[in-house]
C-alpha cells in the first residue's frame, strides 16, 4: 500500500478504495473498451496514475499488453517505481508535452484530470494526448457536467448555463481543490477538433455523490 498521505491526497486514506475498488475500476475500463479497440498487444497509457490505483491492476487484466503511467508528483511516481514493476512509469509536468513519441498509445485514460487544470491547459493537454495516441487509437476522459451544477455558484451556474469552463482556481493547479467543471458545449467543441466522439456519458448523483461523465473518442 501507498504511505498513508501519499492514499490521502488521493483516496482521503481509504484502503478500500484504493486498492479493491481500483481493481473494480480497472476492470470496468476493460470492458469499456473492448467494444471499441480489441485489447491485444496494445500500449496503454494512464495519464495522471497518482499512486496507481488503476493502473496496478491492467497488468494481470490485460497480459499480452504494455501499461505505462505517469504522474507530475515526484514522490507518486519514484514509490510506484519501487513497488509496482509491472507498469512503466515516468514523470510528466504540470504543463505537456510529454517525453512519448507521437502515434505511441493505443489507449489513453485519465481519471479526474481535467478536473484539476486552468483552460490553457485543456486545449494543451487534449492536443498533446491526441499527439501521443495512435491513428484510431482510444482516448478516455472523465469530467464534471451538468450534474455538478447544483454545487456552483449562482455566478458560476450563469458561466456554465452559457457554456463557458468554470475554474475554482484560488489553489495550486493539479491538485485536487483546484477545480474545473465542464458543459457538454465546452468539451464537445475541445474534443471534436481531433476525434470523433463514441460515447458521452453524462453522469448523475448517487448515493455515494456525484457520477462525473465519462467519453470516450477517437482519433482521426
Not at 104 to 117: A, E, P
Not at 142 to 155: H, M, R, Y
Not at 165 to 171: C, F, M, N, P
Not at 185 to 191: A, D, I, K, N, V
Request: glycine share 6%.
Amino acid at each position: 500500500m501507498p504511505p498513508d498521505y501519499m492514499l490521502f491526497e488521493s483516496f482521503k486514506l481509504d484502503y478500500d478504495k484504493y486498492f479493491n475498488n481500483g481493481l473494480d475500476s480497472a476492470s470496468s475500463l476493460v470492458d469499456i473498451w473492448s467494444p471499441h479497440i480489441f485489447l491485444n498487444k496494445k500500449k496503454i497509457l494512464d495519464w495522471g496514475c497518482g499512486p496507481a490505483r488503476i493502473a496496478r491492476h491492467l497488468p494481470s487484466l490485460l497480459p499480452t499488453c504494455e501499461i505505462y503511467a505517469t504522474d507530475y508528483n515526484e514522490k507518486t511516481i519514484r514509490w510506484c517505481k519501487a513497488n509496482i514493476p509491472s507498469v512503466h512509469f515516468s514523470m510528466n509536468s504540470l504543463n505537456p508535452p510529454t517525453h512519448f513519441e507521437s502515434d505511441f498509445f493505443d489507449v489513453v485514460y485519465g481519471i479526474s484530470i481535467f478536473t484539476h487544470l486552468s483552460e490553457p491547459n485543456h486545449q494543451g493537454w487534449y492536443d498533446e494526448l491526441v499527439r501521443i495516441l495512435a491513428q484510431g487509437g482510444i482516448l478516455f476522459l472523465t469530467t464534471q457536467g451538468n450534474a455538478f451544477k447544483e454545487i456552483l455558484t449562482s455566478p458560476e451556474q450563469e458561466d456554465f448555463n452559457s457554456g463557458k469552463l468554470v475554474v475554482r482556481g484560488k489553489a495550486k493547479e493539479g491538485h485536487r481543490v483546484y477545480s474545473a467543471f465542464h458543459p457538454t458545449e465546452y468539451m464537445t467543441s475541445l474534443f471534436e477538433q481531433h476525434c470523433t466522439i463514441l460515447v458521452h456519458h453524462p453522469g448523475i448523483k448517487k448515493e455515494w455523490g456525484i457520477e462525473q461523465d465519462s467519453w470516450i473518442l477517437k482519433k482521426k
